[in-house]
T-cell receptor, first 113, second 116 residues
């Protein structure tokens, strides 16, 4: 499983765009990039997943450059309720990967009023 | 569809006792994974069950065990509890054939276990 590196924490203000970059230099050809969000005392929640270029859903965008050695989660116009820990995961893509998720330290995002 | 449910939500046990936690996955999901979350170690994978068989296992001692029933419900057991077992125990379900869909797992609210 590819190791990931994320910033430990980030502060932002309501209405701003938050971009969290994750480094994964040893990503494998079959690996996908997945982001989860976790609020205190709750289980992580799937946000978005991608393989290359750009993926967008109703809550976030995921930008992946051509070399795939990093990825950026973009949260548009954050609100106070977006204060949470965000985890970047790399892997999956093959049945051999199974359902074992390896979480790194995550990025603690604090949205201020 | 109902989400993943875990019972109990909170539990207090004494060192040396054993505990059993229960997880009901989303209807139709065949894979159930268990994770331990502590402030010091973060989120760590315990094990995964698929069709009543343990398919993946993390690096935890044998005191941690689990099982899955024919209806996909799962239980995990911790014997001879230690203070360090105090944690949030999370269960996650997915359709379960592995690979990409395993990375879109649905987590329950967790069971907060306190060992005194």
């Amino acid at each position: 499983l590819a190791k990931t590196t994320q910033p430990i924490s980030m502060d932002s203000y309501e209405g701003q765009e938050v971009n969290i970059t994750c480094s994964h230099n040893n990503i494998a050809t079959n690996d996908y990039i997945t982001w989860y969000q976790q609020f205190p005392s709750q289980g992580p929640r799937f946000i978005i997943q991608g393989y290359k270029t750009k993926v967008t859903n109703e809550v976030a965008s995921l930008f992946i450059p051509a070399d795939r050695k990093s990825s950026t989660l973009s949260l548009p116009r954050v609100s106070l309720s977006d204060t949470a820990v965000y985890y970047c995961l790399v892997g999956g893509g093959t049945k051999a990967a199974g359902n074992k998720l390896t979480f790194g330290g995550g990025t603690r995002v604090l949205v201020k009023p | 569809k109902a989400g993943v449910t875990q019972t109990p939500r909170y539990l207090i046990k004494t060192r040396g006792q054993q505990v059993t936690l229960s997880c009901s996955p989303i209807s139709g999901h065949r894979s159930v994974s268990w994770y331990q979350q502590t402030p010091g170690q973060g989120l760590q994978f315990l094990f995964e069950y698929f069709s009543e068989t343990q398919r993946n296992k993390g690096n935890f001692p044998g005191r941690f065990s689990g099982r899955q029933f024919s209806n996909s419900r799962s239980e995990m057991n911790v014997s001879t509890l230690e203070l360090g077992d105090s944690a949030l125990y999370l269960c996650a379900s997915s359709p379960g054939t592995g690979g990409l869909e395993g990375y879109e797992q649905y987590f329950g609210p967790g069971t907060r276990l306190t060992v005194t």
